[in-house]
């Protein structure tokens, strides 16, 4: 989720570059700078606020298909409504992370301790999910070496381990090896 919020910031300062040069505008000027500064924010808390929305909407519509399926007694469509309910709460959690670091009672101080230890209890498998892996049963292909096998990468706790590539390591491990940055931008990364 955090990968795709980075994403969408870089569309929007894309986006008011094309609006100025539209305008026949420069660059944004030192003046213009923390107007565009507050505007981006803003926007960023707005574009959060009306995903949180959304997945609210969509966990009380699942709410009420839940409460019908059970009065018809279909236990396939149950469970399949109890995962897709599940995935919700699990977006829905890490909208709430985001929220909490990018919104207006975020906490500014730049604990160095504290950072790396958030970034190592970042949920392996929402990490997986983003590079585009399918978990399931606390197993997965592996996203290091991209291997075929779907149950070749496991996971316990928080740590992951490919029984084909012998890699093991955490959610930092993991972004470092994927991404090829270093330790402190995996952490800022996995805020």
């Not at 003046?31 to 505007?39: D, F, M």
């Not at 959304?54 to 399949?80: C, F, H, K, P, Y």
């Not at 978990?135 to 997965?140: E, G, I, W």
Request: charged fraction near 30%.
């Amino acid at each position: 989720m955090s990968l795709d919020y980075y994403r969408m910031n870089r569309e929007t300062q894309a986006k008011i570059r094309e609006w100025t040069r539209e305008r026949g505008w420069e660059t944004p000027s030192t003046i213009l700078k923390p107007l565009l500064a507050s505007l981006l924010y803003r926007h960023r808390l707005s574009l959060i606020a009306e995903e949180i929305d959304g997945t609210i909407d969509r966990m009380m519509l699942l709410s009420e298909r839940i409460q019908t399926v059970i009065e018809e007694g279909n236990l396939v469509a149950l469970l399949l409504l109890k995962e897709r309910q599940d995935e919700e709460l699990n977006k829905l959690v890490s909208l709430q992370r985001l929220l909490d670091r990018e919104g207006p009672l975020a906490k500014k101080d730049d604990n160095t301790d504290r950072q790396i230890a958030n970034a190592r209890e970042y949920p392996m498998e929402e990490l997986l999910s983003s590079y585009g892996c399918v978990v399931k049963f606390r197993r997965t292909r592996c996203p290091v070496h991209e291997g075929k096998n779907p149950s070749s990468f496991e996971m316990k706790g928080n740590r992951g381990r490919c029984h084909s590539c012998s890699w093991t390591g955490d959610s930092i491990d993991l972004v470092m090896k994927m991404e090829g940055c270093s330790f402190m931008e995996a952490v800022r990364k996995l805020q």
